[in-house]
């Protein structure tokens, strides 16, 4: 993860794009995304059932669960089905608080992104690193009410598993009752042994900056919070929308993903 701009550096929110067919990228991020596919053939099948996971669980959220307030960090650049948009569909009244380290997207956030009317979208541009510094200028949620945590395809470029866990608690600690963090990892679980081989190799000679998770290091994100149906899933699998165009299976998509709920 960067923390400024620099074109001839990939970054992940970029290469996210370009896998899923966007044009906000440069040559470092499509140089960067073709040398991992190598590695991992079914990378662009993955980062669309990771964003086809994200817009069924925040409908949930929204729906179900009756959220009003979205703090998405690492949100990526913008494309269809943002999580303003899923969100206010159900709930015009919806906020949502954007954050990212790329002054790309939020540039492009700010050229592209709305709000109804009755909702607000703020966005940040900061870094998960900092989770004390995003709670305090994400000022137009209200901490007192339920706020659902989007932490999708973002925890995995940090290598240190405690460190990590320690933000994220910082970040759920944050939170009342009713709260629901919605999360994805990639993980090499799911993979035959020729594909993780790859994807070791990849990550021990700096190919690769995404750093996969096992189910009890996912799961260890979740612990003190109720696991909605059907808890840690390969995101393919997590309530999976029947008239989808796409049914990755989990080599595909190696990515588990999870809603839990604070009680």
Do not use: C
């Amino acid at each position: 993860m960067t923390d400024r701009f620099d074109s001839g550096v990939a970054h992940p929110a970029r290469r996210y794009n370009y896998w899923l067919g966007g044009k906000d990228n440069f040559a470092a991020d499509r140089e960067s995304g073709d040398l991992l596919a190598k590695s991992y053939p079914a990378a662009r099948i993955a980062a669309r059932a990771n964003r086809a996971f994200l817009g069924r669980a925040v409908g949930y959220a929204a729906g179900v669960a009756g959220v009003r307030q979205f703090l998405d960090i690492g949100t990526g650049l913008p494309t269809a089905d943002n999580t303003h948009e899923v969100a206010q569909r159900v709930a015009p009244d919806s906020r949502i608080v954007y954050v990212d380290n790329d002054p790309m997207v939020m540039a492009h956030a700010r050229a592209l992104l709305t709000s109804t009317p009755e909702g607000e979208t703020r966005y940040l541009e900061d870094d998960l690193r900092h989770p004390e510094r995003i709670l305090a200028a994400a000022d137009i949620l209200d901490f007192t009410r339920p706020v659902a945590l989007i932490l999708v395809a973002v925890v995995h470029f940090l290598p240190e598993q405690e460190e990590s866990r320690r933000i994220v608690r910082t970040l759920v600690d944050a939170l009342p009752a009713g709260s629901h963090l919605i999360m994805t990892a990639a993980t090499t679980d799911l993979l035959t042994p020729e594909l993780k081989a790859n994807w070791d190799e990849s990550l021990r000679t700096g190919r690769s900056d995404v750093y996969p998770r096992t189910r009890d290091e996912f799961a260890s994100f979740f612990d003190g919070l109720e696991l909605v149906t059907p808890g840690i899933a390969p995101v393919a699998d997590w309530r999976p929308d029947p008239a989808a165009e796409e049914h990755p299976s989990p080599v595909e998509a190696s990515i588990f993903g999870a809603v839990g709920r604070k009680n």
